[in-house]
């Protein structure tokens, strides 16, 4: 039988909701426990959090100073401990994820599994390759530990459990590395939804032609309580910040309205909404690849069009 | 001081990929094959630290075919002083690539690596980790920008929350994200210089590499196609649409 540890991802001392979807991840597996792992300085809030995630039986915490942010060198040995005794470790694959997940794999000695997207039997996935253009079935060696990062994208958030799971401190015996330090994270704060589960988001490209223009997408989301994304030429070019990129190496959401705006639709920019519910594009070019996967296209000048929408929007 | 930087050679980021109709994997025959676009970023930073005299030698090192001859001669074009060509007729698996790379470092003796962040023909985005922790130093990964002084690189990563900065001590393992800088492009004479440049090949199996190609990819299918949509002629036709739909 599977028992599988899902890695707690948290900021602030708050769970991130990458989390309760990479519980889904594991629920999948049919184990006979998915179990939560904290690694934190104050794990407490973190915890009490998870342990009211649905299908969640247990929740470790790790109080350590050093686990104050979120460093690899510091979180893969603790988690590589505290793998002992379950068949799989699932961490999101957000950048927290990807960047810890294979540092703790390799301490394991065993491979990982990158993007699972979904679960055919304790170990038989499937996964993107290729930006999104090919689906994999990968088959894991029973014989190790399955570390995978999740795709939240493909997976429903855990519901709310009518109890709460018992929380426990786990006592790892785990010497950590001082070679590597945090310094600071710099995030731009916005009252906005969060582009990773926002239920609609509203994105611009290269279109929109400079940073002052982007003001009409954000008017526009706001006006739909909805995130901002944006395609990586927006982001190169320096119309808004790194963290909006969606894509191939940016997130890979699923909200249930996406409307890309001045967006060309790049294989790469596409990777990244290939699970939305209902894609929008407004493009003045009639050719644009993003036709070819929207539900709803309308061609036309996004300067003369958004204003338009505002108005009719009420 | 040098670095050592992974040189992959993936399908070429504009191919439209086609799955095989058997299932068993992606049509590779005749398509445009080039650099990683991440590890040609990986030598464009270690080209830049090695001509602002951070480095002083920079060495790319490429796990593959015989034929990946000519893609190393292109990283060597680009600047790279000396290649490795680590032979292996099959595509080996990260926690492989890493254990090939730890031998390299063991050998080489490197005060930096960088590889890219992920390699877009199997998208794991896991080497750079897997060798960090094989090589017990520090790991940053998806760099936007590095700096480099008294035996310390200071990282700005791409995270999902901004901008992270983080400090390590040397020797380290960056991965690069596309924000990192913008490689230059190969000129004529530095593709006459390559000819001479060093390219030393060795055998894979010669390494004494444990193989840790543990998964098996057992089928491979096209991703679900998003049925074709419709178009509107106007905004107010659009929120129309929206609203019958139940998303306003
Ligand atoms: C390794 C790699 C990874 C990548 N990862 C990503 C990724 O994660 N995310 C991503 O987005 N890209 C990614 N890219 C880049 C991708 O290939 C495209 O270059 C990028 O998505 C293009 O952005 P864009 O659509 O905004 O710009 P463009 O392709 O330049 O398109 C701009 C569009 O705006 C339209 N337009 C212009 N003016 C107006 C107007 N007034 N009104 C209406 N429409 C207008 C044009 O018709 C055009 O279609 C990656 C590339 C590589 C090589």
């Known amino acids: 039988m599977s028992k599988i540890l899902v890695i707690a991802e948290h900021q602030c001392g708050q769970l991130n909701a990458s989390t309760a979807r990479t519980v889904s991840a594991a629920r999948a597996v049919q184990p006979e426990a998915v179990e939560v792992l904290v690694l934190s300085d104050a794990p407490d809030a973190v915890a009490a959090d998870a342990a009211k995630l649905e299908g969640v039986s247990r929740v470790l915490t790790v109080a350590r100073a050093e686990n104050a942010h979120p460093l690899a060198a510091i979180l893969a040995p603790q988690i590589a401990k505290a793998a002992a005794g379950y068949s799989h470790v699932f961490l999101p694959s957000t950048t927290f994820g990807k960047d810890v997940a294979p540092r703790a794999a390799a301490l394991l000695g065993v491979a990982q599994v990158s993007e699972l997207m979904g679960v055919e039997s304790a170990h038989t996935f499937t996964r993107p390759m290729y930006a999104g253009n090919a689906i994999v079935t990968v088959e894991a060696d029973p014989a190790q530990t399955v570390v995978a990062t999740v795709r939240t994208a493909s997976w429903p958030a855990a519901g709310q459990a009518a109890g709460s799971a018992p929380v426990e401190a786990l006592a790892l015996e785990a010497t950590l590395p001082t070679h590597t330090r945090f310094v600071e994270l710099r995030q731009a704060r916005s009252d906005r939804p969060d582009l990773q589960s926002a239920r609609k988001v509203v994105s611009g490209g290269r279109g929109v032609g400079s940073k002052e223009n982007f003001d009409i997408i954000y008017k526009l989301a706001d006006k739909l309580g909805a995130a901002v994304g944006a395609s990586r030429a927006a982001v190169d070019a320096g ?15 699923a909200p249930e309205l996406y409307m890309a705006i001045g967006i060309s639709g790049a294989i790469q920019h596409l990777t990244g909404i290939k699970d939305a519910g209902t894609i929008v594009a407004i493009n003045k070019d009639a050719e644009a690849p993003i036709f070819e996967v929207a539900d709803l296209g309308l061609v036309g000048d996004l300067f003369k069009i958004i204003p338009e929408l505002e108005q009719a929007l009420g | ?9 993936v399908v070429d980021y504009n191919v439209r990929i086609q799955v095989k109709p058997d299932g068993s994997g992606v049509v590779t025959d005749g398509v445009k094959l080039s650099a990683n676009p991440f590890d040609d970023i990986a030598l464009e930073e270690a080209l830049r630290l090695h001509e602002s005299g951070v480095a002083d030698e920079v060495v790319i090192a490429g796990i593959g075919p015989a034929n990946l001859g000519a893609h190393l001669r292109n990283g060597l074009g680009m600047g790279a002083d000396r290649a490795i060509h680590v032979v292996s007729e099959e595509a080996v698996q990260p926690l492989t690539a890493a254990r090939v790379f730890l031998k390299l470092i063991e050998k080489e003796q490197p005060g930096l690596v960088i590889l890219g962040k992920q390699a877009i023909d199997d998208d794991s985005g896991q080497t750079g980790q897997m060798l960090a922790a094989l090589w017990d130093r520090p790991q940053a990964t998806f760099a936007s920008k590095l700096e480099i002084a008294d035996g ?10 901004g901008l992270e900065v983080i400090e390590v001590d040397l020797p380290a393992v960056v991965t690069t994200d596309l924000r990192l800088n913008e490689p230059r492009f190969i ?12 390219l030393e090949t060795m055998e894979l199996a010669s390494l004494g590499v444990e193989s840790g190609d543990h998964l098996k990819n057992t089928h491979y299918a096209p991703p679900p196609k998003r049925s074709k949509g419709v178009m509107v002629k106007d905004a107010a036709e659009l929120v129309a649409a929206l609203k019958q739909k139940g998303l306003l």
Request: some cysteine; hydrophobic content about 35%.
């Open chain 2, 1 to 9: 001081m040098k670095i050592l930087v992974g040189y992959k050679r």
């Open chain 2, 187 to 198: 000129k004529l004479t530095g593709i006459m210089k390559a000819k001479s440049k060093p």
């Open chain 1, 239 to 253: 119309y808004c910040p790194n963290e909006m990129q969606v894509g191939q190496t940016g997130k890979i959401i």
């Open chain 2, 152 to 161: 310390k690189a200071k990282v700005t990563r791409e995270v999902d929350a």
